[in-house]
């Protein structure tokens, strides 16, 4: 069935490093893909998006382009700061159905 | 502002009570969901709704009921059947027609049984 699998965390980093979150998808047809993100305590917020191959989503200095040879959506940052620190959580959309991966926490120190 | 509306952020509940949990949203959407989280198991689909009075269940509905009578109100009710209801609940909605799959999110409900 479709499914989504990411990198397993806890993933800390220092302030102004790079980041890469590893995700990749299973789906049996051409699904929208996303990156959600979580702050403690909260709800789930929409970062970025891409509706088709080759997309890039970008938002507040993230990235993820929709590779389908590969079946990925790694999500980027060039420079993460400590307000980074979050769940974050790639999905896919497909037949009106929102499939998430078990989310990556981030915790980036100063 | 528009947004979606979950109550109460906190809950307690004895073994063998049961429970509902609130959500409201304004955003004048169609579909509402029900998803469930648990610590390094993502988010899971208890039961959704696109349209007043249908809903349809989701990939972990045992245990659970909601209803739709209003386009705006999705209740969720936690019941004395469902065998580990210690969650973090959240509630989203979305459009449906044009809609890409992106989801609005509330706030959550933490339940907690004693």
């Known amino acids: 069935g479709d499914s989504v699998t990411q990198m397993e965390g806890p993933v800390t980093l220092s302030e102004e490093a790079f980041l890469t979150i590893n995700c990749t998808y299973t789906?049996?047809?051409?699904?929208?893909l996303f990156w959600y993100v979580q702050y403690p305590g909260e709800g789930l917020q929409l970062l970025l998006k891409?509706?088709?191959?080759?997309d890039k989503g970008s938002n507040k200095g993230f990235e993820a382009t929709y590779r389908k040879e590969t079946t990925s959506f790694h999500l980027e940052k060039g420079s993460v700061q400590v307000s980074d620190s979050a769940v974050y959580f790639c999905?896919?959309?497909?037949?009106?159905?929102?499939?998430f991966g078990q989310g990556t926490e981030l915790s980036v120190k100063p | 502002d528009g947004g979606i509306t979950q109550s109460p952020k906190y809950l307690f509940r004895k073994e063998g009570q049961n429970v509902t949990l609130s959500c409201e949203q304004n955003?004048?959407?169609?579909?509402m969901y029900w998803y469930r989280q648990d610590p390094g198991q993502g988010l899971r689909l208890i039961y959704y709704?696109?349209?007043?009075?249908?809903?349809q269940k989701g990939d972990i509905a045992e245990g659970y009921s909601v209803s739709r009578e209003k386009k705006e109100s999705f209740p969720l009710t936690v019941t004395s059947a469902q065998k580990n209801p210690t969650a973090f609940y959240l509630c989203?909605?979305?459009?449906?027609?044009?809609?890409?799959?992106?989801?609005?999110f509330g706030e959550g409900s933490r339940l907690t049984v004693l």
């Open positions: 789906a049996t047809g051409y699904p929208s």
């Open positions: 891409a509706t088709k191959a080759d």
């Open positions: 989203a909605s979305s459009h449906l027609t044009g809609n890409t799959g992106e989801l609005f």
């Open positions: 709704s696109q349209i007043v009075n249908d809903f």
């Open positions: 999905a896919l959309s497909i037949e009106g159905k929102l499939i």
């Open positions: 955003l004048n959407h169609d579909a």
